[in-house]
Structure formats: C-alpha cells, structure tokens
Antibody
Framework: QVQLQQSGPGLVKPSQTLSLTCAIS??????????WHWIRQSPSRGLEWLGR?????????DYAISVKSRITINPDTSKNQFSLQLNSVTPEDTAVYYC??????????WGQGTLVTVSS | EIMMTQSPATLSVSPGERGTLSCRAS??????LAWYQQKPGQAPRLLIY???TRATGIPARFSGSGSGTDFTLTISSLQSEDFAVYYC?????????FGQGTKVEIK
C-alpha cells in the first residue's frame, strides 16, 4: 500500500518561498509507471493541480500555467521523496497543499494535506 | 482547459435515500473521469475511476456512469458516513481539472 507523508511549515511570509516535502512509502519516486503531484485547495480556487514530476528513463516535470513561473518540483531519490517550492508567494497562495500519486489519471494516494498560510 | 461543472452545489438527502450527483465537462473527456469523497479535515478519497470502476474498498452502494460530457455518481442508500463533499475530475486533457464539488448534507 502506497502512503504519502507531507512535511513543511504552515506559515510563510509574503514574497518568500513556500517549501513542502512529500515522503513516499510503498513505491519509488523513480517508478517508471507512477507520477508524483502537488495539488492545492482553497475556497476561492477549489482543487487546483499545480504540477508533477515523473521518471521515464529521465526526469520530467509539468506545471500549471497559473504558477509556472514560480514553481519547482524536485525528486529526491536518496530519500524517496519529492518537494514543492513556490516562490514569491502572496496571500492568494494560502491554501491546503496536498501531494498525490498517479499511475494513470486519477489521484491515489493523497498526502494528509498541509495548511499553508501566507501572512506577515 | 476543460471546465468541470457539478450540480447541485448542495444535495439534501435523508439517510437511507438515494443520492444522485451530476458532473458535466465543457468538452468530451471520454470515460476518463474520477470521483472523490472529501470529509472535513481530510484529503479527498478516490471512489470511482474510468467513470464507473469502483476503487479498492469502496462499497457497492457507490456507482458511477456516463461518458463524453455527462456523468453521474449515485449513492444508492445514503449512510451517515456518506455525508461529505464529492468532486469529479477529468484526466482526458491536460491540465487535469476538478469540479467545484457537491456537498451532500443530511435532510
């Protein structure tokens, strides 16, 4: 059974960088059949897919247009985890952030979620 | 980007009754549609994928149907633990997108 465990701060100051990590158990971040995603949820935006990383003989990333200039998702094969960095945050980035895995198009499993508040 | 529209926004149902939730895509997504259940303070939980296939461990009272642009999630006899918010998600076209959710509440 694949499980995802998120970690990272719940409070970030405006203009700074939001950083979260998602540790994978029961699968590999380097799996040739899985992809690893970040999704956020807020009252104003609902569930919003942010981006993914996956390995198919080499590493690939895809990002949502809405955050493409500010986002980086990196795999860490030594720790079997992946991370999210979102730069230059504003209060509009306040949301619950989830990591999730896919082998086809549906998201399963999900991490437990992290409420990140952007405030000074 | 494909827009997913769910209706109604809120569904009031008595325990034991049938609940029917709708999801409409702005263009065809074939059968590439999933349904999720979310309870307060929890992550979404996969219920249905490929429009009609129940995920592992999901009770038979949950069923999905539809293809193309119109989809339905039916809960045949609502139990107390089924009162939650339900989301649909398409994975036919990038970027994958979610509906805004239907809240199923106790009548």
């Amino acid at each position: 059974q694949v499980q995802l465990q998120q970690s990272g701060p719940g409070l970030v100051k405006p203009s700074q960088t939001l950083s979260l990590t998602c540790a994978i158990s029961g699968d590999s971040v380097s799996s040739n059949s899985a992809a690893w995603h970040w999704i956020r949820q807020s009252p104003s935006r609902g569930l919003e897919w942010l981006g993914r990383t996956y390995y198919r003989s080499k590493w690939y990333n895809d990002y949502a247009i809405s955050v493409k200039s500010r986002i980086t998702i990196n795999p860490d094969t030594s720790k079997n985890q992946f991370s999210l960095q979102l730069n230059s945050v504003t209060p509009e980035d306040t949301a619950v952030y989830y990591c999730a895995g896919t082998t086809r198009g549906w998201f399963d499993p999900w991490g437990q979620g992290t409420l990140v508040t952007v405030s000074s | 980007e494909i827009m997913m529209t769910q209706s109604p926004a809120t569904l009031s149902v008595s325990p034991g009754e049938r609940g029917t939730l709708s999801c409409r895509a702005s263009q065809s997504v074939s059968s590439n549609l999933a349904w999720y259940q979310q309870k307060p303070g929890q992550a979404p939980r996969l219920l249905i994928y490929d429009a009609s296939t129940r995920a592992t461990g999901i009770p038979a009272r949950f069923s999905g149907s539809g293809s193309g642009t119109d989809f339905t999630l039916t809960i045949s006899s609502l139990q107390s633990e089924d009162f939650a918010v339900y989301y649909c998600q398409q994975y036919n076209n990038w970027p994958w997108t979610f509906g805004q959710g239907t809240k199923v509440e106790i009548k």
